[in-house]
């Protein structure tokens, strides 16, 4: 059983960046943030890979958000640059241990965190 916490969401202006942390209770395959705005579905934000470091991200986000990690302590990161409003949202760290076909389901996904609340206004 593998617990997930995050933490680092807030509240910021347009524009703005913060930087997201989740840490695992033990070590998984792959890592990833999902995030769920209201009336919407929750959608894959990013993930990563911890063997071979891949990392992939939904178009939405390509060239604003950064995923890495901290393999030695179960720890990922997510580097939120130039923030939009429509990037309002709870962002939930998810996780699963062992290789799967689809890595942007939330399907896939057998360990999440509570979610942390990302609020971007104009």
């Known amino acids: 059983q593998v617990q997930l916490v995050e933490s680092g969401g807030g509240t910021v202006q347009a524009g703005a960046s913060l930087r997201l942390s989740c840490t695992a209770s033990g070590q998984t395959y792959v890592m990833a943030w999902f995030r769920q705005a209201p009336g919407k579905e929750r959608e894959f934000v990013a993930r990563?890979?911890?063997?071979?470091?891949?990392?992939n991200y939904d178009d939405s986000v390509k060239g604003r958000f950064t995923i890495s990690g901290d393999s030695a302590k179960n720890t990922i990161f997510l580097q939120m640059n130039n923030l939009k409003p429509e990037d309002t949202a709870v962002y939930y760290c998810a996780a699963y241990l062992e290789w799967r076909i689809y890595y942007d389901r939330d399907s896939t996904y057998d360990y999440w965190g509570l979610g942390t609340q990302v609020t971007v206004s104009s």
């Open positions: 990563i890979r911890w063997n071979g470091g891949y990392t």
